[in-house]
């Protein structure tokens, strides 16, 4: 796999590094929470014979700028930037809080023929989380980047001391806590709330909305509420995923998508 290093400016300036490979339909790939450009590298040799695979590193990730401060809007225009880069036909896929920035940006007029979004975090506890953001926020100031990693998985996916523990020794760790700030960031995009009806009444573009069927109720609910207040919406469970979906499994709906 060869890639191609493009970047692009968003509407406040900030650089974003974008990967491209592939050929075909453009594919423009928005990550989830603690990840970067590397988290979809076991996709990408699927889904290049079939797309245009353009995978870009989220602001404060991997080789993209930051901001001082941080809105969602801002990531929002982050997503229109790389639409704008791949060009006409786009097809987006969003993962976890990256499903919810390809659907606001979409519900704000997204260059994008069709999305595809996986477990998109909508359906929250908004007072369970509502000082999340501000929490994590307190950590990582304070240079506690393990710590406000630990806080983000367990406060916000609900994942377990034990497990935390184990996850703590993994080789993958370190390069989650390097990105630590950016957790304040997917808290604060999970605090977008439920599913609006009003909100995508007039999305233009087919959605396809995927879940695992190993997923908690909570996730399988949103993504049914969201295919639901979609006007062409599809709703689409995947036979023994969780959050994080087999690579090959999620190709063959991208595909059939594109």
Request: glycine share 10%; aromatic share 6%; net charge negative.
């Amino acid at each position: 796999m060869s890639d191609q290093v493009k970047r692009v400016r968003s509407e406040d300036g900030t650089g974003l590094a974008v990967y491209v490979g592939g050929s075909g339909t453009p594919l423009v790939m928005v990550g989830g929470a603690l990840s970067d450009h590397r988290a979809v590298t076991p996709l990408r040799p699927l889904l290049e014979p079939h797309f245009t695979v353009y995978a870009y590193d989220r602001r404060g990730r991997g080789g993209s700028g930051d901001a001082a401060s941080y809105e969602v809007q801002r990531e929002i225009e982050d997503l229109a930037a790389v639409v704008d880069l791949a060009g006409p036909g786009t097809v987006v896929y969003g993962h976890s809080s990256g499903a919810i920035l390809a659907m606001e940006a979409a519900a704000q007029g997204l260059r994008a023929r069709r999305l595809a979004v996986y477990e998109p975090p909508y359906d929250v506890d908004r007072k369970a989380i509502e000082d999340l953001p501000e929490r994590l926020a307190v950590l990582v100031g304070a240079g506690d980047g393990a710590g406000a990693v630990r806080a983000f998985l367990r406060d916000g996916p609900g994942i377990s001391e034990a497990m935390l523990d184990k996850m703590s020794a993994a080789p993958f760790w370190p390069a989650m806590v390097a990105i630590a700030p950016t957790v304040v960031y997917d808290a604060t995009i999970a605090m977008v709330g439920r599913v609006s009806k009003e909100r995508f009444a007039r999305l233009p573009m087919p959605v396809t909305v995927m879940y695992g069927d190993s997923s908690p109720n909570r996730m399988r609910a949103a993504a049914a509420a969201l295919a639901e207040a979609v006007p062409a919406g599809a709703l689409v469970g995947l036979s023994g995923q969780d959050h994080n979906p087999n690579p090959t499994v999620l190709a063959e709906h991208l595909i059939a998508v594109g």
